[in-house]
């Protein structure tokens, strides 16, 4: 269900309702934010930004906007936290108290609560109002997180903890896709598999340096079958695909066939590839955003899934990567 926008909350909250909302926000800053990396975080005016719209960059954010008032709020909200930590990360549920942001609320153009929003690459996908039952709240997640995966995000279980994973800020410190190698040393856990990813990682690096694909993919492939998703050695796995695409590539005639047949998607995923390859970055992931604007069915797919497999080529906070996928999103919804 798509959210009605020309609703305000102007007079709908007394002051009584205000005060007691300002006092339990006094009270949640003097205590700090507990939980603010869990799977269910308090959001306020001020957190807005960066725990809902830069979070739903890498994995998507169900909003609760609820009010101590709110009788159908108590039966709803139990049950969206109760899926928050059943997805343990894979989506992050960020409740906010309408009472104590009335500003966000009305930029939110709430019609009235409990409402529950998706957020998803920075914009906002989907929704519904009421406190539906658990049943018709999962088949909604479901779609959800179907909008998410079309997107090219696939968070896992778990995911919550990503900011404290010392593989993820190595992935963090890298450059690739402008000709470097995937950024940083990951740390793996203890033991046989730890020590497996390490070596494998440290020859697959090696073979990259030596220009030996074939040896770095078959070593990013081994830390993958012991470390699923692990982003160092998915990135380097997508870079091994790109160099091997553009290196088949008769550039000329593929930026002929690309000028000749703009509505190409294949043509104009081969001169994204050769503009990333060469470290135009901004201008490959246009080029397939014009596509995207351009063309519908199968040409727009072929489009979108080349787009997000260059993503992959990135750390998952590249703001570059930010950006393109929040376009991408306003483009499909």
Not at 126 to 134: I, M, R, V
Not at 207 to 214: H, N, P
């Amino acid at each position: 269900m798509k959210q009605p926008r020309d609703f305000s909350l102007h007079g709908a909250i007394d002051l009584g309702a205000r005060q007691a909302a300002a006092q339990r926000r006094q009270r949640a800053a003097e205590q700090g934010s507990p939980g603010q990396n869990g799977t269910v975080i308090e959001v306020t005016e001020e957190t807005f930004n960066t725990d809902v719209v830069a979070r739903s960059r890498s994995v998507p954010v169900i909003l609760d906007l609820w009010a101590e008032w709110c009788g159908p709020c108590k039966q709803l909200s139990p049950v969206l936290e109760k899926l928050a930590e059943e997805a343990d990360g894979a989506w992050i549920l960020a409740k906010v108290d309408v009472d104590a942001n009335p500003q966000l609320s009305a930029a939110l153009q709430v019609q009235s609560i409990p409402m529950v929003v998706a957020v998803i690459a920075g914009q906002i996908a989907d929704g519904f109002l009421g406190a539906l039952p658990e049943a018709q709240v999962r088949d909604w997640l479901d779609q959800v997180m179907g909008v998410a995966a079309q997107l090219g995000l696939q968070p896992q279980a778990g995911a919550a903890a990503d900011e404290a994973d010392p593989s993820a800020q190595a992935a963090e410190g890298g450059q690739p896709g402008d000709g470097g190698q995937p950024g940083g040393m990951p740390a793996y856990a203890d033991g046989a598999a730890g020590a497996q990813a390490r070596s494998a990682m440290a020859a697959a690096q090696a073979a990259m340096e030596r220009g030996d694909l074939d040896a770095a993919a078959a070593e990013f492939e081994r830390v993958l079958a012991t470390h699923p998703g692990d982003p160092v050695a998915t990135m380097g796995v997508q870079q091994v695909g790109l160099i091997r695409r553009v290196e088949s590539y008769d550039q000329a005639k593929a930026r002929r066939d690309a000028d000749e047949h703009p509505d190409d998607a294949e043509a104009q995923a081969r001169v994204a590839d050769i503009d990333m390859a060469m470290g135009k970055i901004e201008a490959s992931f246009e080029r397939l955003l014009d596509t995207i604007r351009r063309t519908s069915g199968d040409e727009r797919d072929i489009a979108r899934k080349h787009l997000i497999g260059l993503f992959e080529i990135f750390p998952p906070k590249d703001p570059r990567v930010a950006k393109a996928r929040a376009t991408l999103s306003s483009l499909l919804f």
